[in-house]
């Protein structure tokens, strides 16, 4: 919320590396400023991308005594835009700058019942959440699916920390999670905290919407990096400026104006806000609508887009190419 | 961590409940109300739920408290229209067509209880309503009285000494219920985790007129000696009861025989507004001639005027800590209930990470 939303940036030194999964890493760092850390909390990193100072959003997972360790998880996919890579290059004793843990996804103590509902790396958003639902007696369900065993983060975990009250939901063991299933069970008066990749996301949404249960009730995070499909490279062209920039898959659209000198209006980077709007004149391609700011109607009209998030599809044989104009 | 209490004025433990306001100030109309430095929103419901929400509204901050209230409960910011229901989630955001999802204001844990409304500042998952201090006189049918608020500036912890050591009654309260016997009589102090007890007898004494007159609404024209009794409860981190009465003197009081006397509790809970300022809940209850109208609304003025005389004293006493900022305390024995205070406050602080003390100002 607003009263810890300003980012402050301090020193970290890493203390601990060590690997998950296959993809995925576990990083403790160790802050020169330590400070309490909320369920829901995540902290910003600055990661070398290309030689470039870039920044990137993690939850964190669990942290030690007042903060003084904080604990996040990366993974490094085909889909990810070279963060997680520098990420997973930390050894114990580098120092990487962060911000304090900022609280945008709060928990709120006190609702009848609650899922919290993790889709693969998800689960490092919502594991805080469960560890203080666990504690103060609330009735939840923790819901963690992916496609395999192996690839699952902290699964022999969560299973010790929450037995009975884990659901887990496993493509390849023929297990995997029916939204429609979930949503449609969900008693009233329950909270569903969810964070998870986009498909996911939005298949709840559509049930829950459907259900008509109170849509403040369904809570979810997005560091705005999840889409519909991989990220390739793309080209903007901007008639009234005369500019003509190619968006590499390792950047965003945002990033790759502002690097071309492109003088845009942006504000949460993470598709929540609509600052950075453009409208889109011509398009040859689809939009990978990656944001949660345009309701559906807006989405289908191709008519704006977010970008901050959101990018260009390549047509069939051929490069995505938008036309817009900006503010 | 330091075990000896040396700071003039402290900071406030926040996993605590604290009064926002009596049960009868909160409503359909939203009231604005700091609490240990957090501005809130308080209303209520449809269904009657009272609710305390940051008083600054996500997007520019503008005070929610200006605003309307909507629907069951939901409250509209009065700048943009953005309208939050009682847990604090956005519900509209009147300018476009979704609802950005990190659109929340803090709702903070609230529990009615005792006539009061407590909210919780910090770690909600630590916010059990069990942890409420103990105040049942004030909505127990056995006892009858009223109170009122005072809003002073100074230090919580100013209130909460004046409260732990009445020998100042003497000089303060001099036309009411101060006498001499308070300093010369003896007393006893004790405390465990979460409490502080002062106990002081004074045997065979003449009854100070406030005293005289409520002995009188007993036992009409009663004359003679009394013994009084000043027993001050202290319940972590802000709550002071103190048993409170006269009895015709060796009728047994001391042993525990009050029949022939008459029994009030003044009812005390301090709530930090700033670190210079507080809100100050109280309430003079009483167990005889609860039938009566008019001897509630007395002792509610009465007592009134004599803590008139104590927020003068305490405007004063932190005006003349923050112009000697260099000067320390000293203490004298009549200190001890007031420095077991302040020391299981001082661990709470260290509990919470929150020593050292606001600085004393100039």
């Known amino acids: 919320m607003a009263t810890s939303h300003a980012a402050v940036w301090q020193r970290a030194t890493v203390v601990d590396s060590t690997a998950l999964t296959d993809d995925i890493r576990r990083i403790v760092l160790a802050p020169d400023h330590p400070a309490k850390v909320d369920a829901g909390a995540h902290i910003d990193v600055r990661v070398p991308i290309g030689g470039v100072l870039d920044r990137r959003s993690y939850s964190v997972v669990d942290a030690g005594p007042d903060g003084r360790t904080l604990a996040i998880s990366a993974l490094d996919s085909p889909r990810s835009r070279g963060g997680a890579r520098a990420m997973h290059a930390l050894r114990p004793g580098d120092t990487v700058e962060i911000t304090q843990p900022i609280v945008d996804f709060p928990l709120r103590v006190g609702a009848a019942h609650y899922v919290l509902l993790a889709g693969g790396i998800g689960i490092t958003a919502v594991m805080g959440m469960a560890r203080v639902l666990r504690s103060v007696g609330a009735d939840y369900t923790l819901v963690y699916a992916g496609r395999s065993r192996p690839a699952l983060a902290y699964v022999e975990h969560v299973q010790n920390a929450h037995g009975d009250r884990l659901r887990l939901h496993i493509t390849d063991e023929g297990n995997p999670l029916d939204v429609t299933e979930l949503v449609g069970g969900v008693e009233p008066g329950t909270e569903l905290y969810l964070c998870g990749p986009i498909r996911l996301m939005d298949a709840v949404r559509r049930a829950w919407i459907e259900r008509e249960l109170p849509y403040p009730d369904l809570r979810f995070e997005t560091f705005g990096n999840s889409g519909w499909f991989a990220p390739e490279d793309f080209v903007v062209r901007i008639p009234r400026i005369g500019a003509e920039v190619t968006v590499r898959a390792t950047e965003t659209m945002l990033e790759a104006l502002e690097a071309a000198e492109v003088d845009l209006m942006f504000d949460c980077r993470k598709g929540e806000c609509g600052l950075c709007e453009v409208r889109v004149l011509d398009l040859d391609g689809d939009i990978d609508h990656r944001d949660v700011f345009y309701s559906e109607r807006q989405k289908d009209s191709r008519g704006t887009m977010c970008c901050c998030v959101s990018r260009a599809v390549a047509p069939p044989g051929g490069t995505a190419v938008v036309t817009i104009d900006i503010s | ?362």
């Open chain 2, 1 to 362: 961590m330091k075990e000896t209490t040396v700071d003039k004025i402290l900071g406030h433990p926040l996993n605590a409940w604290y009064v926002a306001a009596w049960d009868h100030e909160v409503n359909r109309k939203p009231l604005a109300r700091t609490v240990a430095n957090r501005p809130l929103a308080l209303y209520r419901t449809e269904d009657g739920d009272a609710v305390a929400l940051a008083d600054a509204c996500w997007h520019r901050l503008a005070p929610l408290s200006m605003g309307k209230l909507e629907g069951r409960d939901g409250i509209r910011c009065p700048y943009h229209g953005i309208l939050y229901n009682s847990a604090g989630r956005c519900v509209s955001m009147p300018a476009q067509e979704t609802i950005n999802p990190s659109a929340t204001v803090a709702s903070f844990p609230v529990v009615e209880r005792y006539r009061y409304v407590w909210v919780w500042l910090g770690d909600a998952a630590l916010a059990d309503p069990e942890l409420v201090p103990d105040m049942h006189q004030m909505d127990d049918p056995e006892w009858a009285g009223d109170g009122l608020t005072i809003s002073v500036d100074c230090n919580y912890q100013l209130v909460l000494d004046n409260l732990m050591d009445l020998t100042h009654e003497e000089f303060v309260h001099s036309s009411s219920i101060g006498q001499e016997a308070l300093s010369e009589s003896e007393f006893t102090v004790h405390h465990d985790e979460r409490t502080v007890t002062v106990e002081r007898w004074m045997l065979g004494i003449d009854a100070p007129p406030f005293w005289l007159k409520n002995m009188r609404d007993k036992f009409p024209g009663f004359e003679g000696k009394v013994d009084r009794w000043q027993i001050i409860h202290f319940e972590s981190p802000t709550t002071i009861n103190i048993d409170v009465g006269v009895a015709r003197a060796g009728t047994g009081a001391p042993q525990g025989d009050r029949s022939q006397g008459v029994n009030g509790y003044v009812m005390n809970t301090i709530s930090p507004v700033t670190d210079r300022s507080s809100r100050y809940f109280w309430a003079f209850m009483r167990n005889y001639r609860l039938e009566s109208q008019v001897i509630t609304t007395q002792l509610r003025d009465g007592v009134s005027g004599v803590f008139r005389e104590d927020e003068d004293m305490l405007v004063a006493q932190q005006a003349a800590i923050d112009a000697n900022p260099d000067y320390e305390f000293y203490s004298l024995n009549i200190d001890a209930g007031g420095m077991w205070v302040r020391r299981l406050i001082e661990r709470q602080l260290a509990a919470e990470g929150r020593l050292p003390a606001p600085v004393a100002a100039g």
